[in-house]
């Protein structure tokens, strides 16, 4: 038994969801998605909540019914309030600002980096903080991932691209040593 699967799923208010021939389509106040079934899951859909059951009792099955549950809990989160994830970037000189929908990063390299975030994603800049938005879990976060990615942070002085929350580990530079006679 799958401890995440058996649990239903509460459809808030404002939130429309459409099951057809596998696909289910989610309709919200932010957007709106769908996600598709996986293979031996059924699922019900009364007084507003979403149950999910496992046709067969393979291996397989009992792996899909945990996941498709979190993937269509998350498309619920998602058109309905939002994900969001916090980039804060760290270095003298270092910053990033928006030309139009594209973000342009100036963080020590020889030339700006442009990145034009994809449709449904809303990537803005506050200072050193750059916040993406959007409805889709996974592409929030790999569009995150995409932009941290252009200048990691170091561990001697902390200078980069990090998460809000995100903890580096700092290392000891060079010591300078006296010489003894």
């Not at 996600?35 to 059924?42: M, N, R």
């Not at 059951?53 to 393979?58: D, K, L, M, Q, V």
């Not at 990063?105 to 938005?133: D, F, M």
């Given at each position: 038994?799958?401890?995440?699967?058996?649990?239903?799923?509460?459809?808030?208010?404002?939130?429309?969801?459409?099951?057809?021939?596998?696909?289910?389509?989610?309709?919200?106040?932010?957007?709106?998605?769908?996600?598709?079934?996986?293979?031996?899951?059924?699922?019900?859909?009364?007084?507003?909540?979403?149950?999910?059951?496992?046709?067969?009792?393979?291996?397989?099955?009992?792996?899909?019914?945990?996941?498709?549950?979190?993937?269509?809990?998350?498309?619920?989160?998602?058109?309905?309030?939002?994900?969001?994830?916090?980039?804060?970037?760290?270095?003298?000189?270092?910053?990033?600002?928006?030309?139009?929908?594209?973000?342009?990063?100036?963080?020590?390299?020889?030339?700006?980096v442009k990145i034009v975030?994809?449709a449904g994603i809303k990537?803005?800049?506050?200072?050193?903080?750059?916040?993406?938005?959007?409805?889709?879990?996974?592409?929030?976060?790999?569009?995150?991932?995409?932009?941290?990615?252009?200048?990691?942070?170091?561990?001697?002085?902390?200078?980069?691209?990090?998460?809000?929350?995100?903890?580096?580990?700092?290392?000891?530079?060079k010591k300078v040593t006296?010489?003894?006679?």
């Amino acid at each position: 038994m799958s401890k995440i699967g058996k649990k239903p799923i509460a459809v808030p208010e404002g939130v429309g969801v459409k099951i057809n021939d596998g696909v289910f389509n989610l309709k919200g106040k932010l957007g709106e998605t769908s996600v598709k079934s996986l293979p031996f899951i059924k699922a019900n859909m009364e007084n507003n909540a979403i149950s999910f059951g496992i046709e067969n009792n393979s291996k397989q099955a009992k792996a899909n019914w945990g996941t498709l549950r979190a993937l269509v809990q998350n498309a619920i989160i998602g058109v309905s309030e939002g994900f969001t994830k916090n980039l804060i970037i760290e270095g003298v000189g270092f910053r990033a600002n928006m030309e139009g929908e594209a973000l342009v990063l100036n963080v020590g390299l020889s030339h700006p980096v442009k990145i034009v975030p994809p449709a449904g994603i809303k990537v803005s800049v506050e200072k050193n903080l750059i916040k993406i938005s959007g409805v889709d879990k996974d592409l929030v976060g790999k569009i995150a991932a995409l932009i941290r990615a252009v200048k990691k942070p170091e561990p001697y002085k902390g200078k980069g691209i990090r998460y809000e929350k995100e903890i580096i580990k700092r290392k000891a530079g060079k010591k300078v040593t006296g010489t003894t006679k």
